[in-house]
Nanobody, 126 residues
Framework: QVQLVESGGGLVEAGGSLRLSCAASGRTVGRDTAAWFRQAPGKEREFVAALFRSGANAIYADSVKGRFTISRDNAKNTVFLQMDSLKPEDTAVYYC???????????????????WGQGTQVTVSS
């Protein structure tokens, strides 16, 4: 059974930083494309960042590019999202996801991922 458990969310002031973690069990994160999505109240889920299984390529939503960094520690079987220069509009529940056989044209769509975590709340105050 595959489980993804996010942690690291919380309340932070605008301009601050948070580091989200996604610990996987039952699945090797290094063999999949790993991604983060988020969903704000009243809004649809949106893509944040993805790291292809090769580890060589990461892509980001334009809204977070230059502020967020996705990474992976294969030894810990954990995916991270470092979030810097946070803005109030980053407030959302953040979800990690794993998927296989993803390519550039499909990686931003949540329906292409096989496994999801339960989410962690990030709140950025102004």
């Amino acid at each position: 059974q595959v489980q993804l458990v996010e942690s690291g969310g919380g309340l932070v002031e605008a301009g601050g930083s948070l580091r989200l973690s996604c610990a996987a069990s039952g699945r090797t994160v290094g063999r999949d494309t790993a991604a983060w999505f988020r969903q704000a109240p009243g809004k649809e889920r949106e893509f944040v960042a993805a790291l292809f299984r090769s580890g060589a390529n990461a892509i980001y939503a334009d809204s977070v590019k230059g502020r967020f960094t996705i990474s992976r520690d294969n030894a810990k079987n954990t995916v991270f999202l470092q979030m810097d220069s946070l803005k109030p509009e980053d407030t959302a529940v953040y979800y990690c996801a794993l998927g296989s056989r993803l390519i550039l044209s499909t990686v931003r769509r949540g329906e292409n991922y096989d496994y999801w975590g339960q989410g962690t709340q990030v709140t950025v105050s102004s």
